[in-house]
């Protein structure tokens, strides 16, 4: 083993001024939804820069995809296409209402949603799809909208991975789809802890997720507790969930919102320095975004080119008996023992995304990373290939 620090894959960049308001909030007495997750949904629509959006904090990215999809009327009968190449919980909340899921492949350049896979894909049942903007480049959404709607489809956006994501010059969250969710996990480009939000322009659609994300409540807690006039009285009005985001999660995402363009700018700039550093080995690298355009960076996954004289296994080993820590995104789904076996998936049927699970690794990307850490990290990735 290394004789170096551990270098872990992700780190949360908290500042001084997140930790206060998280101290401010204890202090105030109202630690669960409240004020403070009223103001980071208020900010949050603002960030995004345009007028009628509706932003609902929520307490996962997860939580998010599925009130989105119920309050869109997604239920049993109905198919849902996504891709294989994600984490489970993009496909789950399909199964969470009873409807089905379809899978397709990636792109082999940006390892984002096939389009034409989409279009392939589309039956009589289908009512929606779910595009995942991999590792923080925007997928194409400039094909898959319009196909969309030509079919009568709903979209909603897998944006986890991107914050902040620009598609033909649009920050991802103000495109023409129905809904768009984002993650604020612990290793995500802004991160409440556990937390997320679905953005949404269509009113309805808002309501009707407001009031899921809280027991089917016909009133929203804040309102109820903060009432002039005694307002005990509420209504259930649906089967709700207990989705809510609490004001100690919210107290942080006020202060990394602010924030989120430094910490992309410092994520580019680290994937720009691994890109020079990795230069001339057998991998290949991310794909970079269009001219003009933002990639959140949320990932730097390299694949190992099939010139590469270890397995990627190997190469992962290795990295961490040097000291490095690092991950694979992901496991594809049609790998994954639920999902094979629910609808007979096979390998060959997902040329792109198996061939690129075998050779993908995740190297170490976040803000708090310096010089050195990237520099260490390429170091080790040379001597390992061999160059």
Same mark, same amino acid.
């Given at each position: 083993?290394?004789?170096?620090?551990?270098?872990?894959?992700?780190?949360?960049?908290?500042?001084?001024?997140?930790?206060?308001? =998280?101290?401010?909030?204890?202090?105030?007495?109202?630690?669960?939804?409240?004020?403070?997750?009223?103001?980071?949904?208020?900010?949050?629509?603002?960030?995004?820069?345009?007028?009628?959006?509706?932003?609902?904090?929520?307490?996962?990215?997860?939580?998010?995809?599925?009130?989105?999809?119920?309050?869109?009327?997604?239920?049993?009968?109905?198919?849902?296409?996504?891709?294989?190449?994600?984490?489970?919980?993009?496909?789950?909340? =399909?199964?969470?209402?009873?409807?089905?899921?379809?899978?397709?492949?990636?792109?082999?350049?940006?390892? /984002?949603?096939?389009?034409?896979? =989409?279009?392939?894909?589309?039956?009589?049942?289908?009512?929606?799809?779910?595009?995942?903007?991999?590792?923080?480049?925007?997928?194409?959404?400039?094909?898959?909208?319009?196909?969309?709607?030509?079919?009568?489809?709903?979209? =909603?956006?897998?944006?986890?991975?991107?914050?902040?994501?620009? /598609?033909?010059?649009?920050?991802?969250?103000? $495109?023409?789809?129905?809904?768009?969710? &984002?993650?604020?996990?612990?290793?995500?480009?802004?991160?409440?802890?556990?937390?997320?939000?679905?953005?949404?322009?269509?009113?309805?659609?808002?309501?009707?997720?407001?009031?899921?994300? $809280?027991?089917?409540?016909?009133?929203?807690? &804040?309102?109820? &507790?903060?009432?002039?006039?005694?307002?005990?009285?509420?209504?259930?009005?649906?089967?709700?969930?207990?989705?809510?985001?609490?004001?100690?999660?919210?107290?942080?995402?006020?202060?990394? $919102?602010?924030?989120?363009?430094?910490? *992309?700018?410092?994520? *580019?700039?680290?994937?720009?320095?691994?890109?020079?550093?990795?230069?001339?080995?057998?991998?290949?690298?991310?794909?970079?975004?269009?001219?003009?355009?933002?990639?959140?960076?949320?990932?730097?996954?390299?694949?190992?080119?099939?010139?590469?004289?270890?397995?990627?296994?190997?190469?992962?080993? *290795?990295?961490?008996?040097?000291?490095?820590? /690092?991950?694979?995104? +992901?496991?594809?789904?049609?790998?994954?023992?639920?999902?094979?076996?629910?609808?007979?998936?096979?390998?060959?049927?997902?040329?792109?995304? *198996?061939?690129? +699970?075998?050779? $993908?690794?995740?190297?170490?990307? +976040?803000?708090?990373?310096?010089?050195?850490?990237?520099?260490?990290?390429?170091?080790?990735?040379?001597?390992?290939?061999?160059?």
């Amino acid at each position: 083993m290394s004789d170096q620090p551990f270098l872990p894959f992700a780190l949360p960049d908290i500042g001084e001024a997140e930790i206060a308001e =998280v101290v401010d909030t204890l202090r105030s007495g109202w630690v669960t939804t409240g004020p403070k997750t009223r103001r980071f949904e208020q900010d949050f629509a603002a960030w995004l820069g345009e007028p009628g959006l509706h932003a609902m904090a929520v307490n996962s990215a997860t939580a998010g995809l599925h009130l989105a999809l119920e309050a869109l009327g997604i239920g049993p009968g109905d198919e849902v296409i996504t891709t294989t190449h994600t984490f489970t919980a993009t496909a789950e909340v =399909v199964r969470y209402l009873g409807a089905d899921v379809v899978m397709v492949d990636i792109d082999p350049a940006t390892l /984002c949603i096939d389009v034409d896979a =989409v279009e392939r894909a589309i039956t009589p049942r289908t009512r929606a799809v779910i595009p995942v903007h991999y590792a923080g480049l925007a997928a194409d959404m400039a094909r898959l909208v319009p196909l969309a709607r030509r079919h009568g489809l709903k979209i =909603v956006e897998d944006a986890a991975h991107a914050l902040p994501t620009t /598609c033909d010059g649009h920050l991802i969250g103000t $495109l023409d789809t129905d809904a768009t969710v &984002f993650s604020f996990y612990a290793n995500k480009t802004i991160t409440t802890g556990e937390g997320g939000m679905v953005v949404t322009r269509d009113e309805a659609l808002a309501k009707r997720i407001q009031v899921m994300r $809280l027991h089917g409540i016909s009133r929203d807690a &804040f309102d109820r &507790f903060t009432a002039t006039v005694p307002s005990w009285y509420y209504e259930i009005v649906a089967p709700g969930f207990k989705y809510n985001l609490t004001d100690i999660a919210s107290a942080l995402g006020i202060h990394q $919102l602010k924030r989120a363009r430094e910490f *992309q700018a410092r994520r *580019q700039a680290i994937a720009a320095t691994y890109g020079e550093a990795l230069a001339g080995l057998p991998l290949i690298t991310p794909p970079q975004p269009a001219a003009g355009e933002l990639h959140s960076w949320h990932l730097y996954a390299v694949r190992l080119a099939d010139a590469a004289a270890v397995t990627r296994d190997a190469f992962i080993e *290795q990295l961490f008996a040097a000291g490095i820590g /690092c991950s694979v995104h +992901y496991i594809p789904l049609h790998l994954q023992p639920y999902w094979r076996d629910r609808y007979a998936l096979k390998a060959a049927d997902f040329p792109h995304s *198996q061939h690129a +699970y075998e050779r $993908l690794v995740s190297l170490p990307m +976040y803000s708090r990373m310096t010089e050195a850490d990237v520099a260490r990290v390429a170091a080790a990735a040379r001597r390992i290939l061999g160059a």
